[in-house]
T-cell receptor, first 111, second 112 residues
Framework: DAKTTQPPSMDCAEGRAANLPCNHS???????VYWYRQIHSQGPQYIIH???NNETNEMASLIITEDRKSSTLILPHATLRDTAVYYC????????????FGKGTRLHILP | EAQVTQNPRYLITVTGKKLTVTCSQN?????MSWYRQDPGLGLRQIYY???????DKGDVPEGYKVSRKEKRNFPLILESPSPNQTSLYFC???????????FGSGTRLTVV
């Protein structure tokens, strides 16, 4: 089973911030939180990752709670092209065993 | 251009006929993985490799083989394909630390 829990779907109005939550209550101290998205049946695309500090890049921001049991991916100004399935996973840096993607959140951007 | 290249993109084959799906990356990544994606089941890891000659099973390895003789290539071998291996397959690679996966464009396999 996946180590993360995400809502199956969310809607967001175009131009607004999309906030996608992820629960990872059993995360270990050396596990990073990674976010990916998959548009239709294309290969998933890496978005961002973090350990405990908040992170920002050109695509998104990642907010991790102080207890690290949950996180939120923020797309600051959602566009129609952000319609995709978003996956939150946890991964020990430097290891690759049995990474489980789960079912993700299907984000619909509404015009 | 940095990328992961899978071939073929589409394949229809018959039960029992051995096939190989190739995966190649040009980024000098240590890690490579194979995933399959089925409706309602998400992405499931088949095999992964942490470096040349080092491979290990993921969540759903039955019916598959892999090899990692060179750093850039990680082929997926189906010795005797069966209809339950009909799926969308993705290859992915990454550096050891601090980076996410780069995924290929996928191979849609149908076994009849």
């Amino acid at each position: 089973d996946a180590k993360t829990t995400q809502p199956p779907s969310m809607d967001c109005a175009e131009g607004r911030a999309a906030n996608l939550p992820c629960n990872h209550s059993t995360i270990s101290g050396n596990e990073y939180v990674y976010w990916y998205r998959q548009i239709h049946s294309q290969g998933p695309q890496y978005i961002i990752h973090g350990l405990k500090n908040n992170e920002t890049n050109e695509m998104a921001s990642l907010i991790i709670t102080e207890d690290r049991k949950s996180s939120t991916l923020i797309l600051p100004h959602a566009t129609l092209r952000d319609t995709a399935v978003y996956y939150c996973i946890v991964r020990v840096e430097g290891r690759d065993d049995k990474i489980i993607f789960g079912k993700g959140t299907r984000l619909h951007i509404l015009p | 251009e940095a990328q992961v290249t899978q071939n073929p993109r589409y394949l229809i084959t018959v039960t029992g006929k051995k096939l190989t799906v190739t995966c190649s990356q040009n980024m000098n990544h240590e890690y490579m993985s194979w995933y399959r994606q089925d409706p309602g089941l998400g992405l499931r890891q088949i095999y992964y490799s942490m470096n040349v000659e080092v491979t290990d099973k993921g969540d759903v390895p039955e019916g598959y083989k892999v090899s990692r003789k060179e750093k850039r290539n990680f082929p997926l071998i189906l010795e005797s394909p069966s209809p339950n291996q009909t799926s969308l397959y993705f290859c992915a690679s990454s550096l050891v630390t601090g980076y996410g996966y780069t995924f290929g464009s996928g191979t849609r396999l149908t076994v009849v």
